[in-house]
């Protein structure tokens, strides 16, 4: 009976010891909160956020749709912030201007329309970034003036400011009525200017772009006639804007524009998804109406990031700049070929692209 109630007490011991040691138990044990249990390989494998150091960078726009949209959204959306880019934007009214202040040292990137790519073209310049295709340009008159065409130019005062996309949608205009600059008075301007000649009647006809198209519409309501767009012309040329720099900023900063890029194309993507949005940010930052600049939302083809790096996959993006190189030839402008390659990073676009993939 003794060695009986020695084995029961030494099994029970046995059983306690066990408990204490963690052995197998019916109730299942709770994770303590200072060890949580293990993050699912999406977290636990995820890259850490990316650091920049910050750099500042002062960047040159035109009050349009065309040139602002993109900007705005990349400062609005957080996407310069992502890259550690904190960017001052100034104003000018032409990309010819742009370019001066930036051989000047006074600013170090500019949005250019169609126009200021030709002094790109003759190394004034160096593309790293397309930024959309424009549709913002017109040829306008006034009807009180006599034109209802525009072979009804001849002999009148048309306002243009040189070398923008909008001088070149007046000449191919002219040429398609028969017509050369010759046969007009053509009146250099800025676009501020047209809009108050074409009011005043001081001019009979401008060439501009958007916003100013939409006032100048808005101030001589009936007597407003457009006479030729992009779209009068897009089976024969494309009219790319695109983020320039100067050949010496582009070699100290070779990073620095990859990051922009990757900034910019980021917002390209935000802003095909949300332009009436992007509208409402662009008449913040130049000041303007908000319905002035919701009615130019169509004025531009707002190309995506994933438009552009399949582009520059298949050569799309390097075919536009060789067709608008063309036209700059066949308008005099440009008087021999020079390879796209002299004058345009592909090289930035392409790793922009390939970072923001991962």
């Not at 000018?92 to 006074?106: K, L, R, T, V, Y």
């Not at 169509?298 to 050569?315: C, H, P």
Request: charged share 20%; with cysteine; glycine share 6%.
């Amino acid at each position: 009976m003794k060695k009986i109630l020695c084995l029961v007490l030494a099994l029970a011991m046995m059983s306690l010891a066990l408990v204490a040691c963690g052995g197998t138990t019916s109730t299942p044990a709770s994770t303590p909160a200072s060890q949580p249990a293990s993050q699912p390989a999406s977290m636990a494998d995820s890259e850490p956020a990316e650091t920049f150091d910050p750099v500042d960078l002062r960047v040159a726009y035109m009050p349009n749709m065309g040139s602002c949209s993109l900007l705005a959204t990349a400062i609005n959306a957080g996407f310069f912030e992502e890259m550690g880019l904190n960017v001052t934007l100034t104003e000018f009214q032409g990309g010819p201007a742009e370019i001066a202040a930036m051989a000047s040292g006074d600013i170090d990137i500019s949005q250019i329309g169609h126009g200021a790519h030709a002094l790109c073209i003759e190394g004034q310049a160096k593309i790293f970034q397309l930024d959309c295709t424009s549709l913002a340009d017109a040829v306008m008159a006034n009807k009180d003036k006599g034109i209802s065409t525009v072979a009804d130019l001849k002999g009148k005062t048309v306002a243009a400011t040189a070398g923008t996309s909008a001088e070149i949608i007046l000449n191919l205009a002219l040429a398609e009525a028969g017509l050369t600059q010759s046969d007009v008075k053509v009146v250099e301007m800025d676009a501020n200017g047209m809009v108050s000649a074409m009011v005043s009647g001081s001019v009979d006809a401008c060439a501009t772009w958007s916003p100013s198209t939409m006032t100048i519409a808005n101030a001589l309501g009936d007597k407003a006639i457009t006479l030729a767009t992009n779209n009068d012309f897009v089976d024969k040329v494309t009219f790319p804007s695109s983020f320039i720099t100067t050949d010496k900023f582009a070699t100290e900063n070779h990073d620095v524009l990859v990051r922009f890029s990757r900034a910019l194309q980021k917002a390209q993507d935000y802003r095909a998804a949300n332009i009436e949005e992007v509208a409402k940010w662009v008449a913040k930052q130049c000041k303007a109406e908000e319905q002035t600049m919701l009615d130019c939302v169509g004025e531009g083809n707002w190309l995506t990031g994933e438009f552009i790096a399949k582009g520059l996959a298949d050569g799309t993006v390097k075919t536009y700049y060789e067709n608008q190189q063309q036209v700059f030839i066949d308008a005099g402008r440009i008087t021999e070929k020079v390879p796209v390659e002299d004058y345009v990073l592909f090289d930035v676009m392409e790793e922009a692209a390939a970072a923001n993939a991962k």
